[in-house]
């Protein structure tokens, strides 16, 4: 066995030791062991390890003839690792334009995959016949009938917020995840000293925005700007909308945001209906799952370099197959295609 790197981890009983070195596999005759009959570890052939957005593929340096041993000794079978039994037929079906080897087990269930207008187009009324027709539909009309088991996903944190200030004055509760997102827009207003007014602020922190987002594009730091640009959308966005209300001063916005955002306790479920950006929903599920702009937003304008391209296309993968039971794409264009 060899014995490369640092900061290895050791897995090891009295005949086989699998040594794992910054993700790279330590090369063992496994084959040997199983003449033994002794093996502590039952080893994944190739498996995946996720690094921020995207994915990136390890295999395990063994032959075929030991692996067939191990699977004879073992009585296993064997299970492709591109075949999904929790996504549905129609998520993985979109799914494919992603990640086009993706399949569905055949006991996945079929599952739904629709589009709604996010708001009621400029040329209709808002009214609609109580059935369960999913035509013409937007998502504040009332049919969709939004509960805590669902969830709104976006690319952007600005257009989150915009929906989740719609759903509470329409008294539907609801929050963002990620209280971490919510204590950077803080910290980002708190910049802007000595201002203590919402009128002042929305020019200062603009102003601020086109002189940092400029500095940043010019170092080839297009994910900090982007970032950054998101973040000043959602905290113009919600000041004017507080200042609608007739809300004037900065705390008035500090207290807003430290409401609207928070964090879900592992292994609990939340009470009202969860909003989130695709980076905070890796690896979680939801039966139905709301996925906000897709279209208009993905991919980020600030995707310039190939990685950066290759990142978004993990995103939409990500955010599609959130869906254990329904897909629903919420469009954000003002008419109604089609």
């Not at 079978?77 to 086009?100: D, H, S």
Request: charged content about 30%.
């Amino acid at each position: 066995m060899s014995n490369r790197g640092r900061n290895r981890t050791l897995v090891r009983d009295s005949e086989c030791a699998v040594e794992r070195v910054d993700f790279a596999l330590a090369e063992c005759d496994f084959a040997a062991h199983v003449e033994r009959g002794s093996f502590a570890v039952v080893l994944v052939v190739a498996f995946f390890v996720t690094k921020g957005a995207g994915e990136q593929q390890y295999s395990l340096p063994t032959d075929s003839d030991s692996m067939t041993q191990i699977q004879g000794k073992l009585q296993s079978i064997e299970l492709p690792l591109n075949c999904t039994y929790r996504c549905p037929k129609a998520v993985v079906a979109l799914a494919r334009e992603w990640v086009p080897d993706i399949t569905a087990h055949d006991t996945a269930p079929e599952g739904i995959v629709r589009s709604i207008m996010y708001e009621l187009p400029e040329d209709e009324d808002d009214s609609y016949d109580e059935d369960d027709s999913y035509t013409n539909r937007y998502l504040f009309d009332g049919r969709e009938r939004l509960s805590p088991d669902d969830v709104i996903l976006c690319r952007n944190t600005a257009p989150l917020v915009d929906c989740a200030y719609r759903l509470l004055r329409s008294g539907i509760g609801c929050y963002v995840e990620g209280r971490n997102i919510g204590a950077g827009l803080v910290k980002l207003i708190r910049r802007q000293k000595r201002v203590k007014m919402l009128s002042t602020l929305v020019p200062h922190i603009k102003e601020y925005a086109e002189t940092e987002i400029a500095k940043l594009v010019a170092r080839e730091r297009e994910v900090e700007a982007s970032n950054l640009d998101d973040a000043v959308q959602t905290v113009v966005l919600l000041a004017d909308k507080l200042m609608q209300e007739g809300k004037e001063r900065v705390d008035d916005l500090v207290e807003f945001i430290g409401h609207l955002f928070g964090d879900t306790p592992d292994g609990k479920r939340p009470n009202v209906l969860t909003l989130a950006t695709i980076h905070k929903a890796k690896g979680r599920e939801w039966d139905r799952v709301y996925l906000l702009g897709r279209s208009k937003l993905m991919p980020s304008k600030w995707a310039r370099q190939p990685w950066q391209v290759e990142q978004e296309d993990n995103l939409c993968y990500v955010a599609v197959t959130r869906a254990k039971r329904e897909l629903v794409e919420v469009l954000l264009d003002k008419k109604r295609k089609g």
